[in-house]
């Protein structure tokens, strides 16, 4: 690999190679407060190459790949290279990791405890863990919690902020003084920026956090809170996981700890103001 770049965020450290200087210039500016991996060794490596030569110069296309693959990866134009790197950086958590469980999920503490908040594309998770730690709360993650089956705490994985499309405009209102990536629009999922988490959210990155809350949003509709009942909590979070399948006995122990000794609500939501209420009232009443 021509350019290469070390990271660890949270527990999991990356060794991103790339044929090309520009995606790994954005991971130095944007991931310039992170620390390096633990004793210098990675975890996984993530590469950005050129599937051939003259794709590295002629309409550059990155394919990504690393320790683990997947073949039929659609390639991403150069100017989308921070988010062909970071996909890159998904991809071996989801195939590749085995230590925690999974959760497709983004989290926010407080006092020592946990909020998780998953649902599907568009949900509003990020956006939610964004302006929640704009109101003091910890940013954990907005991609993955990680939940320790040993524990059953939660490990912060604060990547860069994944924002999306009307989201941009909510945190760069609610944080005016974040460092933000290159817009990148048009691209698979919308127009999409990158923000840094927070001094705070760096800095606490190696503590855990007990899980107290289990939150499903959904945007786009009148405000609405119901509980979730166990058994419903239970499947939903499965389809959320990447690996609890293939960590088999210590996966299903590790989710059903989780449900058992925490509540699951479902809300509805209009906008960030409205959810920010919901939740603070769930919070308030655990």
Same mark, same amino acid.
């Given at each position: ?148 089956? !040993? %524990? $059953? =705490? #939660?490990?912060?994985? @604060? ?10 405009? +909510?945190? /760069? ?81 590790? !989710? %059903? $700890? =989780? #449900?058992?000794?925490? @509540? ?10 409205? +959810?920010? /209420? ?9």
């Amino acid at each position: 690999m021509r350019h290469a770049f070390l990271v660890r965020i949270g527990p999991v450290g990356f060794r991103i190679g790339s044929d090309w200087r520009a995606p790994i210039a954005d991971l130095e500016t944007l991931y310039r407060d992170y620390p390096k991996p633990q004793d210098g060794v990675p975890d996984f490596t993530v590469r950005l190459f050129a599937r051939r030569p003259w794709r590295r110069i002629v309409r550059p296309s990155v394919e990504i790949g690393g320790d683990y693959m997947l073949p039929e990866a659609a390639p991403l134009p150069l100017r989308q290279g921070l988010l062909a790197a970071e996909m890159a950086m998904n991809l071996q958590m989801a195939l590749g990791a085995r230590r925690y469980l999974l959760l497709h999920a983004s989290a926010v503490e407080r006092d020592g405890r946990a909020l998780l908040m998953t649902g599907i594309s568009g949900a509003g998770k990020s956006t939610l863990a964004t302006l929640l730690a704009a109101k003091g709360w910890r940013f954990m993650g907005d991609e993955f919690a990680l939940l320790d089956p !040993l %524990t $059953g =705490l #939660i490990h912060a994985f @604060p990547r860069l902020v994944s924002l999306k499309n009307a989201a941009i405009a +909510a945190a /760069e209102a609610a944080w005016p003084d974040a460092r933000m990536g290159p817009l990148m629009p048009a691209t698979p999922k919308g127009d999409i920026r990158h923000m840094v988490p927070d001094a705070r959210a760096i800095a606490a990155m190696d503590t855990p956090a007990v899980p107290a809350l289990l939150v499903f949003p959904r945007y786009g509709f009148d405000a609405e809170t119901r509980p979730v009942p166990p058994a419903e909590a239970f499947v939903r979070m499965t389809q959320a996981s990447t690996n609890y399948v293939a960590l088999g006995e210590a996966g299903f122990r590790a !989710l %059903t $700890g =989780l #449900i058992a000794d925490v @509540p699951s609500v479902a809300i509805d939501y209009p906008d960030g103001a409205r +959810a920010i /209420e919901q939740v603070e009232a769930l919070w308030a009443a655990l």
